[in-house]
C-alpha cells in the first residue's frame, strides 16, 4: 500500500518547499488563460492547455499552430508558462480529436477506433464511449510522429513540456471488438515508438506520457509487463511520466500509475493532473472528500512530482485550490523549488 500524506497546509508550510510547481489545467478551454486570479498568482507557473490533433493538422502536411503561438505569447507576456497536451482522443461518441484526412484516406484503415464499455463480464452490452486514434497502425502512428517533429522544430525549449494523452483504451477483453491490426504487444510497441519520437521531437523541454493503465492487463493480479514496460522506456530515453487523475484511495490508480509513479527512477520527471471528480472523492479513514492539502501532501510525500496540474472544477476551484496555493506561497515565499 502506498503511504498517504495526510499532511496540513502548517505542516507543509514548516518544511522547505521542494514539492511540485502548479499548473492550471485549463484543458480546451484556453481562453481561460485571461483569468486575472490565475495571472496574478506568482504560485502558478502556468497553463496546461489542450490542442487536437484534428485542430493542429486540418489538412495533411499543413499545420495550423497560430492557436499554440498566441497562448504561449500571451503567457508569456504575463510570466507563465506553457504545457502543451497533444489530444488524439476524445471521450464522446459524437466528436473525433483526429483530422478528416485521416478518417477518410483508405491508407490510415478509417485513422480512429470507438471506444466501448460493458456491462458485466465477456464484452456484454457495449456502449461507445469515445473515439480513438489507431495509434497501433504503423501509417497512423507516421502521421502523428510528423506533428510531433513539426511541433518540436517551432516549440521546443520555448514550452515549459508536451504531455502525451493516456494510455488507457477500451476495447473489451475478449477480442470480439477489437479493431483491425490491434493487440496487446502491439499498441505497447506503438505506445513507446510515439514517446520517443516526442522525446526527439523535444530534446529541451519536458515530455511526459499519461501512462495510467494498459489493455491487456490489470495490476497486481495479470501483469503482462505492458505499463511496466512504459515506465522503464521513459526512464531510458529521459523522458517523463504522470496521469490523468490523482486519486490516492482508489485501488485501480494505486495499484497502477500511483505506484509505478512513486517507485520511477532518480530524476525522471513526473506530473499529475487534478482532474473533474478528483476533489469530490472519498477519504475512507475520514469519510470525508479529500482536501487540497491532502493531495498536494500525497504528491510531494509520496509520488514526488514535479508537476501539479490543477483542474478548475468548481467550487473547489474557487474555495479551495486558489486558497491553498496562495497561502503555501505566501507561507514558504523566498525558497525556490529545485527544477528537475
Given amino acids: 500500500m502506498l503511504p498517504l500524506a495526510l499532511t496540513t497546509l502548517t505542516e507543509l508550510a514548516a518544511q522547505e518547499r521542494d514539492g511540485p510547481r502548479n499548473y492550471v489545467f485549463f484543458g480546451f478551454d484556453r ?3 485571461a483569468d486575472a486570479r490565475f495571472l496574478g498568482a506568482d504560485e502558478i507557473e502556468g497553463a496546461q492547455l489542450k490542442y487536437s490533433w484534428r485542430e493542429l493538422e486540418p489538412v495533411r502536411n499543413e499545420y495550423a499552430f497560430d492557436q499554440v503561438r498566441s497562448d504561449l505569447a500571451f503567457l508569456e507576456g504575463h510570466g507563465k508558462r506553457l504545457f502543451l497536451q497533444l489530444q488524439d482522443v476524445s471521450f464522446v461518441e459524437d466528436r473525433s480529436n ?18 466501448l464499455e460493458f456491462e458485466g463480464e465477456g464484452d456484454l452490452h457495449p456502449s461507445p464511449i ?13 502521421r502523428i510522429t510528423q506533428l510531433l517533429r513539426a511541433l518540436g522544430r517551432e516549440f521546443d525549449g520555448r514550452i515549459e513540456g508536451i504531455s502525451l494523452p493516456e494510455t488507457s ?13 490491434f493487440s496487446y504487444e502491439g499498441y ?12 526527439a521531437a523535444f530534446p529541451t523541454s519536458k515530455v511526459l506520457i499519461y501512462a495510467n493503465f494498459m489493455p491487456g492487463e490489470w495490476l497486481p493480479w495479470e501483469d503482462r509487463g505492458y505499463l511496466r ?6 526512464e531510458e530515453i529521459g523522458a517523463g511520466v504522470g496521469g490523468p487523475d490523482l486519486l490516492p484511495h482508489r485501488a485501480a490508480q494505486r495499484n497502477h500509475s500511483l505506484a509505478l509513479i512513486a517507485a520511477r527512477r532518480d530524476g525522471t ?5 487534478v482532474q473533474d471528480g478528483n476533489l469530490g472523492a472519498l477519504n475512507p479513514t475520514t469519510g470525508e472528500p479529500v482536501t487540497v492539502a491532502e493531495l498536494y501532501g500525497f504528491a510531494r510525500d509520496t509520488l514526488h512530482l514535479n508537476y501539479l496540474f490543477w483542474g478548475t472544477e468548481e467550487p473547489y476551484f474557487s474555495r479551495e485550490i486558489l486558497p491553498f496555493l496562495s497561502e503555501l506561497a505566501r507561507t514558504t515565499r523566498g525558497i525556490a523549488a529545485p527544477r528537475p
Avoid: C, K, N
Fill in 188 to 199: 505497447a510497441e506503438a505506445v513507446r515508438l510515439v514517446l520517443a519520437a516526442a522525446r
Fill in 98 to 115: 483526429v483530422p478528416d484526412y485521416v478518417m477518410t484516406d483508405p491508407e490510415f484503415g478509417g485513422g480512429v477506433a470507438p471506444q
Fill in 130 to 142: 469515445g473515439l480513438v486514434a489507431r495509434r497501433w497502425d504503423p501509417a497512423v502512428r507516421s
Fill in 169 to 181: 483504451i477500451e476495447f473489451g477483453t475478449t477480442g470480439r471488438f477489437h479493431p483491425e491490426g
Fill in 31 to 33: 481562453s481561460r488563460i
Fill in 269 to 273: 520527471p513526473a506530473g499529475m493532473a
Fill in 229 to 234: 514496460g512504459i515506465y522503464r522506456y521513459a
